[in-house]
Structures are given as C-alpha cells and as structure tokens.
C-alpha cells in the first residue's frame, strides 16, 4: 500500500501511552504479514464485542502510532491503519478499518474511518474504491 506522504508530526504521549503505541506498531507488523483475507478475519474476530470509536479516540491512536513510528509515520499506511485500530480496541472501540485503489494514477491505501469519514488523512479520498473493510456489525454498536 503506498500514497504519497511527508512524515507527519509527531505528539507528546505519556508513558503508558508510547508503551501501548509501541505495543500496537510491532503488532501490526507482524499481522500486515498475512495475506489479506487472513488480516481481514483477524481483525474481524479483534472488533467483536467493541463499541464503535469516535473521531477523537481513532485520531488520537494514530497520532500515537505515528509519534512512535517512523514508518506509520510516513508511506507504512497498511501498519498505521492496522496500528490505530488496535490501540482502540485496546480502549474497547473500534474504528472502520478500510482498504482501497485507485486508478488513475494506480495507488493502493490502506484508512480508518468513523461515521463514513476518513481520520487524520490529508489527501482527497474520494478517488479510492474501497476493497475491503472490517466495520462493526450493526449487532455490535451500542
């Protein structure tokens, strides 16, 4: 997955949170490793029982993973987005985590959404096609 990036700044994070930020950075490297489908069902299998995040909880997780990531910080979107909805899951919320192309030019992307809406992206997203998604069930929202 790769969208033209800068690095994004980072934030202060007290030590309990870098200590969780890391936490959720090694994981999601380890699990980007699987094929798709798999990550996809692993992650399916981490949102149930979470409650649906809010803008602020998803933003503040990926601001976390970026501070302590020099790749989730810069072109490593897969392991941010994978990052971000793990560390809220750990607070017992889950963001919409999504993947997706364009075509013109060819870019693939990897996000987290909330209410339909990307979190923390800079760019336009309207030209992404989303392919694939772990959104809570609507059995799981409260």
Known sequence: MSMPVTYE??????????????????????????????LARVLRLLSKGARPATTAQALSARQAAVTVSARCSGQGCLQRSVATVLQCRLWGRWPDWCTGIRTQPFRAHAWVEVDGVAVGEQGDMTPYHTTMTVRLRPGNRS
């Open 9 to 38: 700044p980072g934030v202060r994070l007290s030590w309990h949170r870098q200590v969780t930020a890391r936490w959720a950075v090694v994981t999601a490297r380890l699990l980007i490793l699987l094929p798709p489908r798999r």
